[in-house]
């Protein structure tokens, strides 16, 4: 698969324990933030979204944290898994103000690998 | 749901050749994104497609590169003549919603120039 992992930061976990990836956006404005999962040779996949109006999400086995003053998010895996070992980014979202069109357009992290060790 | 569908999965052809990348985006999607990704820059954006309309652009790297979206099951990315430079993997993705909330990706094309 792509060598997407080579250069990036990694966080290695062992099996069982929390994770918690980081993330320091760039935009304030930005209003709506997503994480993505990017296992090799697979494309990225959706887990967990935030808008701006809250600092706190929860779904299963994930929490995502925004703290808007330093413009930080992470990402927390509980319980971490074999399966959960990736790279993941984070993005950021912030209106472009098209007419009519409403466009948005997401701006990637360049990504954090975890690897979980059995 | 089948999810986004891109073909081929891999594609080497050599520096000067057309190459089109193809997509299927899931039915139902109004928004469609075509996004490369390399090492060095990571996830660009290069095109975003609204109800088969071109909204943003603004990510194409130059004259070489090209996209359309004749209907709204299929949209493909062409770029003539292809560069080395231009390997990377090419990601199509779809959205339920206007622009890039939640948006959901395809397996990706590897292309590589040689």
């Known amino acids: 698969g792509e060598s997407v992992g080579l250069h990036l930061p990694t966080l290695s976990v062992q099996e069982g324990d929390n994770s918690i990836i980081n993330c320091a956006y760039s935009?304030?404005?930005?209003?709506?933030f997503i994480w993505y999962k990017q296992e090799s040779g697979k494309g990225p996949q959706f887990i967990i979204d935030i808008r701006s109006n809250m600092d706190k999400r929860q779904g299963q086995r994930v929490t995502v944290l925004l703290n808007k003053t330093v413009k930080h998010l992470s990402l927390q895996i509980a319980a971490t898994q074999p399966g959960d070992s990736a790279v993941y980014f984070c993005a950021e979202n912030y209106g472009k103000g098209h007419s009519g069109a409403g466009s948005y357009q997401l701006t990637f992290g360049k990504g954090t690998k975890l690897s979980v060790i059995p | 749901d089948a999810g986004v569908i891109q073909s081929p999965r891999h594609e080497v052809t050599e520096m000067g050749q057309e190459v089109t990348l193809r997509c299927k985006p899931i039915?139902?999607?109004?928004?469609l994104f075509w996004y490369r990704q390399t090492m060095m820059r990571g996830l660009e954006l290069l095109i975003y497609f609204n109800n088969n309309v071109p909204i943003d652009d603004s990510g194409m790297p130059e004259d070489r590169f090209s996209a359309k979206m004749p209907n709204a099951s299929f949209s493909t990315l062409k770029i003539q003549p292809s560069e080395p430079r231009d390997s990377a993997v090419y990601f199509c993705?779809?959205?339920?919603?206007?622009?890039?909330?939640?948006?959901?990706f395809g397996q990706g094309t590897r292309l590589t120039v040689v």
């Open positions: 993705a779809s959205s339920p919603r206007q622009g890039g909330t939640e948006a959901f």
């Open positions: 935009n304030s404005a930005s209003d709506y």
């Open positions: 039915s139902g999607h109004n928004s």
